[in-house]
């Protein structure tokens, strides 16, 4: 959930590292305000983790700039809630905010 962001986290990366067959591998996924293929909430990120019982790292690219990790994430099971994560409230001073548009040189705004 965002809290400098906005509250459903869209435009957020969640990024998974786990290790599987002794290999590192990293996913990726982006939050989104569309449905997947089988109709789950673009919102909720799935990852496969294979026989991995833990994701070694998540890390979550917020929109105001923030960025969270998570170490040691146990998997999830079918039929678990998913993880609900909060935008921390770190950064130095305010959030990044929409000041304004002006022209450049060629004339693009």
């Known amino acids: 959930m965002g809290t400098a962001s906005n509250r459903q986290g869209l435009g957020a990366k969640v990024r998974v590292k786990a290790t599987l067959g002794g290999k590192e591998l990293w996913q990726l996924w982006e939050i989104t305000g569309n449905s997947d293929l089988s109709g789950a909430p673009g919102r909720l990120a799935h ?11 998540v890390r979550i690219e917020w929109p105001s700039g923030i960025v969270q990790e998570l170490h040691d994430v146990p998997a999830g099971l079918a039929g678990q809630p998913p993880l609900e994560v909060v935008e921390p409230q770190d950064y130095a001073g305010r959030p990044p905010s929409f000041t304004g548009v002006a022209p450049v040189e060629n004339g693009a705004v």
């Open 47 to 57: 990852f496969g983790l294979g026989g991995a019982t833990k994701a070694d790292v």
